[in-house]
């Protein structure tokens, strides 16, 4: 891939100007040191390959060249000005999460799902992780980069000792549906930048109502482990902070869970990991 290529292959969605890397250390840093000169809102950075992708509290996050996905979009954050901040990273990392559970349906008939605060998964394994950061200048919100990572062909997924909860690509799963009108199995590749500019699209279409209800609800829908009993570890140690049933989220993004004592509490922090009890 190569820059203008891609500004060609994205060029009829409204973006900002795009920087494209064949090799970086990491988007997210890229598009914060862009976002503190003044970055546009939509501006985009994207690479091949990243040497320090980081996750949440920086964790390693991997991206080998040639299969996975790896960019940071920049949102401008003074049309944020209205919002609590503590509904930024949540909301924001729900925008990312979403978009890319859509693009998987309506592209490839993959069905996805959101692991609060901030995972995709695909019949169960990590196809993708959402990491969102905030740039301020004082009290007032420059910027919100989201930064997506998606594992596309079975290399991009990470060694077994390397990662905490199973990985998995989208690859696995395209391969294993059958497409509309046709009665063959289709082994298909995917395309990684027309997934790129589907799952743009979709997070452009889900930003104009990022703080309605329905952005809720279809946040919602798209929640793992409804209904099912999760234990909610410690993101920094491997100790359980405590177990619950999944029911749901709240207005401002934290999720609900119902105690074996029958009361509802909230996981408002994003400094955790879930994990399905059985
Ligand atoms: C995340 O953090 O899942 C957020 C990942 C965000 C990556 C994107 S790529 C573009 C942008 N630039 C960056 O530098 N980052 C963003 P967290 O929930 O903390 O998960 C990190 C954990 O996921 C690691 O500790 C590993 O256990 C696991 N992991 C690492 N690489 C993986 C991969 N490729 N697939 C699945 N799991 C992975």
């Not at 301020?136 to 909860?165: E, T, Y």
């Not at 391969?175 to 743009?200: C, P």
């Not at 609900?256 to 509802?264: C, M």
Request: charged share 25%; net charge negative.
């Amino acid at each position: 891939m190569d820059q203008r290529t891609l500004e060609q292959i994205l060029a009829d969605l409204p973006l900002g100007p795009l920087r494209y890397y064949d090799r970086i250390a990491s988007t997210n840093d890229d598009a914060r040191r862009w976002a503190s000169r003044g970055a546009q809102d939509l501006s985009l950075v994207v690479a091949d390959e990243q040497t320090a992708g980081r996750g949440r509290i920086d964790r390693r996050w991997f991206t080998s060249t040639g299969a996975a996905l790896a960019f940071s979009l920049i949102l401008d954050g003074r049309q944020q000005e209205h919002t609590p901040a503590s509904w930024l990273i949540p909301r924001f990392t729900a925008l990312g999460a979403l978009a890319v559970c859509d693009a998987l349906q309506e592209e490839y008939r993959v069905a996805a799902q959101i692991k609060w605060p901030n995972d995709v998964l695909v019949g169960g394994g990590k196809v993708a992780g959402v990491l969102v950061e905030t740039q301020w200048l004082g009290n007032q919100l420059q910027a919100v980069v989201v930064g997506i990572g998606v594992n596309v062909s079975p290399v991009s997924i990470p060694p077994l000792d390397a990662v905490s909860f199973p990985a998995a690509c989208i690859e696995n799963f395209v391969g294993l549906i059958r497409r509309e009108n046709d009665d063959l199995e289709t082994s298909q590749r995917v395309d990684r930048w027309e997934l790129l500019r589907s799952l743009l699209s979709r997070l452009l279409e889900w930003r104009e109502v990022l703080f309605q209800d329905v952005f809720i609800s279809a946040w919602e829908k798209r929640l793992a482990y409804i209904g099912e009993w999760v234990r909610v570890m410690d993101i920094q140690s491997p100790t359980i902070k405590q177990t619950g049933q999944v029911i749901g989220l709240e207005r401002d993004g934290s999720l609900k869970l119902r105690t074996a004592r029958g009361d509802v509490t909230h996981l408002y922090s994003g400094d955790v990991n879930l994990r399905p009890l059985k």
